[in-house]
Nanobody
Framework: QVQLVESGGGSVQAGGSLRLSCSAS????????MAWFRQVPGKEREGVAY????????RTVTPLLGRFTISQDNAKNTVYLQMKTLKPDDTAMYYC??????????????????WGQGTQVTVSS
């Protein structure tokens, strides 16, 4: 089992920055793949970025390249999402996801078995 706890969400004006954190805990091996998703009411959960904790390879979904970056601190079992130049369209609930198996589900939300409770990000114009 893996428990994920997100933090760092909040309200920010357009153009601002936020860094989300996702702390993983549990009595199993380290997740093989971790990701950030976001969701707004009435829409499907969409992938933002994922990372392979073992070697640090990562990928950000193309529309968010240059503004959103995923990173990790393995010593803290924590994954981060640095968000900059935020826009009102980035307003969403942001979720951390993890899995213990390969291949990584990447941007497919249905492929992840573990989820955090989410942290709200609100960007005002």
């Amino acid at each position: 089992q893996v428990q994920l706890v997100e933090s760092g969400g909040g309200s920010v004006q357009a153009g601002g920055s936020l860094r989300l954190s996702c702390s993983a805990s549990g009595d199993t091996v380290r997740p093989t793949c971790m990701a950030w998703f976001r969701q707004v009411p009435g829409k499907e959960r969409e992938g933002v970025a994922y990372i392979y904790p073992d070697d640090g390879r990562f990928r950000t979904v193309t529309p968010l390249l240059g503004r959103f970056t995923i990173s990790q601190d393995n010593a803290k079992n924590t994954v981060y999402l640095q968000m900059k130049t935020l826009k009102p369209d980035d307003t969403a609930m942001y979720y951390c996801a993890a899995d213990l198996y390969l291949p990584c589900a990447q941007f497919d939300a249905n492929g992840y078995h573990y989820w955090g409770q989410g942290t709200q990000v609100t960007v005002s114009s």
